[in-house]
């Protein structure tokens, strides 16, 4: 019997035929290669962020230690930093996905007027943009700069987003919707009780797209914050790095690696992103695929 379920399984994942099998072999080895060019770079990361030196004996001897890390956090100004950016983050990718829906929604009956208008209006922007100079013009003129809303107000929708909500909202059969309306439901009824459940992928993967998006913006607060105060993780880090006197540790045994707190502020500001896809990745794979092939 343990025979037989363990040719089983080793013909389920290499085929019953040599060509299969042959097959099979080259396409594990293709993705084991994958997987070891995008995991070898973060190793590296991770392994370079522990180094250090040893003085203690007045030769320097290279260590694996947390001063990196220490040097890192030791300001307490990256903890406010730190849950201002998470506030923006929630608050930013909450918005953005609501409305994101709220626009789609309508979008995908083929019965509303002047949808294709609308739907024009919309996928301009993914084409032509103004530039970087009537952006920061717009952005003076409207009083965001050196102001927290300038993280959140410019970038409350995408157009991208737009239409792969759409296109998985248009997939969802309209029987479901003239149920509900037999028995009485209203459109934002309809949306938030019917529509609303089927459409957690598509929600898990948009919110993922904003909010990685929004926790790697760097430019932003580059081009239009200057007050420190106003910073998030990105500039906070990249500022402490260059002002920072990184070969200082608490322990005076101890001497940093000016790589090992580069890569320290590496991790520190993806281990957030890592800790989060986890929840939406089983969501991830069919949202991306339905809203991308439907229409």
Known sequence: MVEIRKKSLFTRLFG??????????????????????MALPFLYVIVKSFEGYDVTSGVMVEVYTFSA????????????????????????????VFLTILTAYPLSKSHLRGK????????????????????????????????ILVYILPQLMGSFNIIVAKNFLQGIPESLEEAAKIDGAGNYRILFSVFMPLSLPIIATITLWVAVGKWNDYMTGLMYISDHD???????????????????????GLLNNDEAVIMANIVIVTLPIFI????????????????????
């Open 69 to 96: 890390y220490k040097t890192v956090l030791g300001d307490l100004s990256i903890v406010w930093t730190f849950l201002r950016t998470v506030a923006v983050v929630a608050v930013g990718t909450a918005i953005n």
């Open 276 to 295: 989060a896809y986890p929840f939406v990745q089983k969501h991830f794979v069919k949202g991306t695929i339905l809203g991308s092939v439907k229409g």
């Open 16 to 37: 019953a035929t040599a060509g299969e099998r042959a097959f099979s072999c080259v396409v594990y080895f293709i993705f084991l290669l994958v997987t070891l060019t």
């Open 116 to 147: 294709n208008v609308i739907i024009l209006f919309i996928v301009f922007p993914m084409l032509f943009s103004a530039g970087m100079v009537p952006n920061y013009l717009l952005i003076d003129s409207l009083g965001l700069k050196d102001n």
């Open 230 to 252: 106003l910073y998030l993780i990105q500039n906070h880090l990249r500022d402490l790095l260059v002002t920072s006197r990184s070969n200082e540790t608490q322990n005076p």
